[in-house]
């Protein structure tokens, strides 16, 4: 589905040439929900604005169904955001003057009735249907995160990328957030996502590790979820 061949990215500075990414292969596929983890600074948010076309690698490949993203035209990439792909961070920005319906609907350039239904069911299934009259300063964290994700699926993206979604919530609020990716996965959504926590990563079913600019594990993750805590324990131990 996603393919990465050769990604290279590097930062400069003056003079001074920074590499973040170094020669990474990684091959993404349908219904793959991978937990990328790495020490702070390790490239995490790089890599997936690299594979995401919000940034550009110094060089390499990105295919998304045998296409290069990174050789694509404006307007290729352009219907791939719109399209194929939605993104869900630790911080997701909402219009402040606008209700959660309409920031939900916001992800939409059309809004006739379907939209507007299509909307609706979403917010019902992330359980802030309540907060849907609301503005953004009137919810919670964790009501306004799951607004932010019920906007993200109403493109009905291919992948969804997430980059440290859980970062501001309470546990309470994070396990909800990964009870619903759970459920979305279950369903075949393919989902890459970015965290600092092993507990957290043992939802997935892939498990990447990014050290010294390249993936030294990438290992698919089988068991329960206190199966999968115990073998990251194992796998990640370098930085912990
Ligand atoms: N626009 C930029 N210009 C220069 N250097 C950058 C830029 N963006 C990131 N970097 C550097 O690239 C490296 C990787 O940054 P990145 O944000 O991808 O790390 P990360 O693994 O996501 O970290 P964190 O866990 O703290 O979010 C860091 O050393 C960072 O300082
Ligand atoms: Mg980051």
């Known amino acids: 589905m996603l393919e990465i061949k050769s990604l290279s990215k590097s930062y400069n500075s003056g003079k001074q040439v920074f590499p973040v990414l170094k ?22 948010s790089t890599f997936l604005n ?8 110094s060089s390499g490949q990105v295919c998304f169904n045998n296409k290069d993203m990174v050789k694509a035209s404006f307007s290729q990439i352009q219907s791939f955001r719109m399209n194929d792909v939605s993104f869900v961070f630790q911080e997701n920005v909402m219009i402040d003057t606008l209700t959660m319906f309409e920031n939900v609907m916001m992800a939409s350039l059309e809004h006739h ?14 359980r802030v249907d309540h907060v849907m009259d609301k503005f953004p300063s009137q919810v919670s964290t964790g009501e306004r995160q799951r607004c932010a994700i019920a906007r993200a699926l109403m493109n009905k993206p291919a992948i969804l990328f997430a980059d440290e979604p859980t970062a501001a919530l309470n546990p309470m609020f994070a396990k909800e957030v ?40 990438d290992e698919c993750l089988s068991g329960t979820r206190h199966e999968n805590h115990e073998r990251l324990l194992e796998l990640a131990r370098d930085i912990l």
């Open 113 to 126: 009735n379907d939209v507007k239904q299509q909307a609706k069911e979403l917010m019902v299934s992330m």
């Open 23 to 44: 020669n990474v292969n990684v091959d993404i596929k349908e219904k793959d929900f991978v937990m990328i983890m790495g020490e702070s600074g390790s490239g995490k």
């Open 50 to 57: 690299c594979i995401s076309t919000l940034d550009t690698p």
């Open 178 to 217: 990964m009870d619903i990716f759970t459920t979305l996965n279950e369903q075949g959504q393919t989902i890459v996502m970015v965290t600092h926590s092993l507990k957290i990563a043992s939802y997935g079913n892939r498990f990447l590790l990014l050290q010294d600019g390249t993936f030294s594990v």
